[in-house]
């Protein structure tokens, strides 16, 4: 049988058919949405990663600040330091005069033999030696007591080192027919004496000659060397042997009338035979040269030649000394220094001067005052002090020429600020021709960027930051300025070309922006002021 479809049942069949287009064209445009959707998201998120990868792969870390209180750069000669909570206030111990005995006839000499005193807190200083002549009972009345000794006993000699068991010293300064008696005073640094015992220490001579003649000698030749003199000699001793020879100069010829007016320049031992001499000015120059025998005989050499003209003397000061540190040990307060230099004379050593007050130490004024001590090394202990005291310690270094250097002591506010930075964990190479800092001291701002005409602290100035190098594995950072795994440098800033007025207790604001990367903030207080030239602030 045929089946009839009605009207009404094809257009349900229909409109089902458009519906389920209908709902395929809304998945579509809804997937496709959601895959526009997604897209974006995606390149926006990895638009924000790459943003976030970049900074955090440019940073860079600060190691340190420092802040210089010097304006040129100069390192300080004035340092302080707190003396030791306890002193050295006991004298050496177990000097022993062992005996005095004939050594010679002729010449006639007297043989001392000792054993040393040790200390056993700022140690051995020296050992001096010496005579009184008087019968036995007067003599051991005087040698008795230290202060009788020194007051009306002659120092015939004086030593500063090779301490030991097994001492000698003769005199031949004695006469025949004399009673002699000699006393040894040891000191320690500290300045305290010790009496040495004797077990033999008397001593008459019946016999012998003494030696009444002098050393002879003659100035050979004087010559210019550079911007000194050269002066040789020859000389000799037939007797007791030459002890020392002075080295004399002066405007005028030297004679023995007139030989305390002439300048001493050098007081030599007995083997010496030149000595180079750096006269202060041009002209001409006389010489003349003594010796001095054992037996305290003085003679002036005769001279070939006693003068010079004079055409280049040495005029510059000595270069200034470096690295300066104070400590205190147990009984002493020591300090040290890098050396100074001197390309003309050369350096003869270095001026020390001590003072309770710092303003002291300030002033060209102090350079005309005796010297707390002189020394040729670059250390200095100091045995003799107030527990617990202050002392403020100036060291002024002075060519062979007798030129002084100068007095440098570091500005109240900070003139330098040093960076030493290096690059962020996991940080990319940092490029500094991109890097800007940003300061701040409450009432001046600034904003600097990089000098790249040269390096050091020299090429900071009111608009830019220079930098220095302390390490750099790849060479990169010398060569183009980017700082690399590894390396290390600072930055300068010159705070007073700035306009910063860096005092003590002052806040200071600093930003570094290493191009796209993170900025580092840093907030310090400047510290109180102190003799140091650098303070650490961060």
Known sequence: ?????????????????????????????????????????????????????????SSLRILNILGDRDIDGKPANIISVRAPIQHDGTPPVGGVIENVSLYSTNPLGVIIRWKSAVDYESGMCCEKIYRVSGDDTTLKYILSNINYVKEMGTLVANFTGNFSSDRRYVDYSVDSGQTYGYAIIGYDHAGNALLYEENDNIITISTGTKDTTPPSGSIDNIKSAGVGVLITWTATDSGSGIAEQIVYRSRSEISASNINNATVVAV??????????????????????????????????????????????????????????AYSGDYWIEISWAPSRDNESGIAGYYIYRSLNYEALTSNAILSSRPYAFVNTTHFRDYVYQPYQVY???????????????????????????????????????????????????????????????????????????????????????????LGDGGVVIIYINARKVGLSLEPQTVLTMKILPGNGIPIYVKVIIPSIMLNRFVQIY
């Open 268 to 325: 030599l031992n007995g083997t010496a035979r030149s000595y180079m001499d750096y006269p202060p000015s041009n002209g001409t120059w006389y010489y003349a040269i003594e010796g001095i025998d054992r037996a305290g005989n003085t003679a002036i050499y005769t001279s070939n030649v006693n003068s010079i003209d004079v055409s280049m003397v040495d005029t510059e000061k000595p270069r200034d000394i470096g690295g300066m540190h």
């Open 1 to 57: 049988m045929k089946k009839v479809y009605r009207k009404e049942e094809g257009d349900i069949g229909i409109a089902t058919l458009i519906l389920f287009i209908a709902i395929i064209i809304v998945a579509a445009i809804a997937s496709s949405l959601i895959i526009y959707v997604g897209v974006t998201l995606r390149e926006q998120g990895e638009e924000v990663a790459k943003e976030a990868t970049e900074q955090i792969t």
């Open 392 to 482: 403020y310690y100036l060291v002024i270094p002075v060519d062979r020429a007798g030129n002084v250097g100068d007095i440098i002591y570091p500005q109240s506010t900070i003139q330098i600020l040093e960076l030493k930075v290096a690059l962020g964990p996991g940080s990319q190479p940092v490029d500094f021709n991109d890097v800007i800092v940003e300061l701040t001291d409450g009432h001046v701002e600034a904003s600097l960027q990089l000098n790249s005409s040269g390096f050091g602290v020299n090429y900071s100035d009111g608009k830019h930051f220079s930098v220095g190098v302390v390490r750099d594995p790849s060479g990169e950072f010398r060569s183009n300025y980017i």
